[in-house]
């Protein structure tokens, strides 16, 4: 069983950054790959970016690509969302998931794990 805790949400305005965590505990941290996801109020969660158990291959959703970056430190069992040039749009609460699966990774149901999620608001 692996636990998964967010931080780093807030309140921001358009055009500034922020750094999500997402701490994990109780696995092998190693041996996921992870994923970030948000949902915006009335919308459905949607899929944001994604890395390998070893980090070496990511991939994000177009619209967030060349602003967002996901990283991970496996020594802190740590994986890590920059966010960059925020917008209106990225408002959202921002969820972490972890996955043994490497197919459908864009997919919640990819996802074995997930946290309880982190605000993340942008003001215009």
């Known amino acids: 069983q692996v636990q998964l805790v967010e931080s780093g949400g807030g309140l921001v305005q358009a055009g500034g950054s922020l750094r999500l965590s997402c701490a994990a505990s109780?696995?092998?941290?190693?041996?996921?790959?992870l994923g970030w996801f948000r949902q915006a109020p009335g919308k459905e969660r949607e899929f944001v970016a994604t890395?390998?158990?070893?980090?070496?291959?990511?991939y994000y959703e177009e619209s967030v690509k060349g602003r967002f970056t996901i990283s991970r430190d496996n020594a802190k069992a740590t994986v890590y969302l920059q966010m960059n040039s925020l917008k209106p749009e990225d408002t959202a609460v921002y969820y972490c998931g972890a996955r043994q699966r490497n197919w459908s990774v864009t997919s919640m149901s990819a996802y074995d794990y997930w946290g309880q999620g982190t605000q993340v608001t942008v003001s215009s």
């Open positions: 890395i390998t158990w070893s980090g070496g291959y990511t």
């Open positions: 109780g696995g092998t941290f190693s041996s996921y790959s």
